[in-house]
């Protein structure tokens, strides 16, 4: 069974799916010990802890799919591939697809950032998103791309995050489900909860959301799954621990 039918599985049936973000076969091999339900591949993890560099597209698809496929060797559960801006354009997006399928990474996100993107928490940057039609484009062709069923095709946007208002997030999201995404996640920097409830709130439904609380906490995966979030993704509060252990050896 390919890893993308298991996390296929675990969307389908009742309840939220917690995913916890890695930067190595050994974290990835602790969050499945801990009983979470699937791996997040993270960008920002993997850019510090294998080069010590920001989170800005400097490490190459194949340095973050070298990590990916030790995550894979390492654990059972399913691997959802943080690929930033999806390594170029439509075309390139593609062949990202290809590569993770056989790498036998369960799924992948690609955002609506320019390229080089920009680490979502950076302060005083100016926010630039590439247009709708753009990143339906890179969704489209990731789909077309894929040779596995199950494998899943999360479209990020950062409207929010570049202040754009709930509309436009909720605009994008729309246009993303309609090009083939088979979830969305919408992202904010926003310190509480409220924001994305209120875009949970006014969405479709059309596809899965998915939430990543990073700058907010206190809300519980139950709450989370009240207010509309499929699966809940926890990128990089692992290894803000292991810094924060490590400093205080």
Request: contains cysteine; charged residues 20%.
């Amino acid at each position: 069974m390919h890893n993308a039918t298991k996390l296929r599985a675990l969307i389908q049936r009742p309840g939220i799916v917690k995913a916890v973000g890695a930067h190595d076969a050994l974290s990835a091999k602790l969050i499945q010990q801990a009983g979470f339900d699937a791996i997040w591949a993270s960008g920002f993890g993997i850019s510090a802890s294998l080069k010590c560099i920001p989170d800005a597209s400097f490490i190459t698809m194949t340095e973050q799919l070298d990590v990916e496929r030790n995550m894979v060797e390492a654990v059972s559960i399913p691997i959802i591939a943080d690929c930033d801006t999806g390594y170029g354009n439509a075309l390139n997006v593609m062949r990202t697809v290809n590569d993770h399928e056989r790498a036998g990474v369960a799924g992948l996100c690609i955002e609506d950032n320019v390229f080089p993107k920009r680490c979502s928490f950076y302060a005083g940057v100016r926010r630039e998103l590439i247009p709708i039609e753009e990143h339906c484009g890179k969704i489209q062709a990731a789909k077309a791309a894929q040779t596995v069923p199950d494998f899943l095709v999360i479209a990020r946007t950062e409207a929010l995050i570049a202040g754009w208002g709930q509309d436009e997030a909720l605009k994008r999201a729309e246009a993303y489900a309609a090009a083939g995404a088979d979830a969305i996640l919408i992202h904010s920097k926003a310190p509480t909860f409220d924001e994305l409830k209120a875009v949970a709130g006014a969405w479709s439904g059309r596809v899965p959301l998915v939430v990543v609380p990073t700058i907010f906490d206190g809300v519980t995966a139950a709450e989370l799954e009240e207010a509309g979030f499929k699966i809940v993704i926890y990128a990089n509060q692992a290894i803000r621990a292991g810094i924060k252990a490590m400093r205080e050896v």
